[in-house]
């Protein structure tokens, strides 16, 4: 979704429930939505928190990162997205777990934030979940840092155009004969 100036703004109806309209009294016990985003903590206490937004939000950031769904059949089982990462993730390699369509186009320590920011938000318990505005501060110091990088290497290839530009300009040239 999108804003009038190309502002993303992200929007997941991934969970719901029915609430009384107007004055009435009864309320659906039951939720409507994707079952694989679902707050382990909601079996316990038949509760969704704000803590349970950031826990979907989760599954959200990491199939952004991977470009993969969050269940996938693997061997003829069901997996869910955190577990076939959990043990990449222990084998250092982030190249593995990021959208093969960036070509590693990317710095690697803000994607590793960004995965433990997702890795995070997946704690099977509310209380070890951050807030979505430590989660926001988190994801803008990675944004900050690929806008870093992606500066970088700019002003490196203006610096070698302005070689070239030099190089170029530098070298008398005469008329060929015919």
């Known amino acids: 979704m999108t804003l009038s100036f190309e502002t993303a703004k992200l929007s997941d109806f991934g ?13 659906s016990a039951s939720i409507a939505g994707t079952p694989s985003y679902l707050d382990p903590e909601y079996y316990i206490s038949n509760r969704l928190t704000e803590k349970s937004d950031v826990y979907c939000f ?13 269940l996938a059949r693997t061997n003829n089982e069901r997996t869910h997205i955190s577990q076939r990462f959990s043990s990449m993730l222990s084998m250092g390699d982030i190249k593995k777990i990021v959208d093969p369509r960036l070509r590693a186009d990317f710095d690697d320590n803000s994607v ?22 430590q989660v926001v501060m988190e994801l803008s110091e990675c944004l900050s840092a690929e806008g870093a990088r ?5 002003e490196n290839e203006s610096l070698d155009s302005v070689g070239l530009m030099t190089l170029n300009l530098g070298t008398e040239s005469t008329p060929l004969a015919r």
């Open 58 to 70: 989760g599954f959200v950031l990491l199939e952004i990162i991977t470009s993969r769904p969050v």
């Open 112 to 133: 590793w934030k960004a995965v433990e920011v997702a890795m995070a938000c997946l704690s099977p318990t509310c209380a070890r979940r951050p807030t979505m505005n």
């Open 15 to 27: 969970l719901s429930k029915t609430f009384p309209i107007e004055g009435g009294t009864h309320v």
């Open 150 to 154: 992606n500066r970088r290497a700019n």
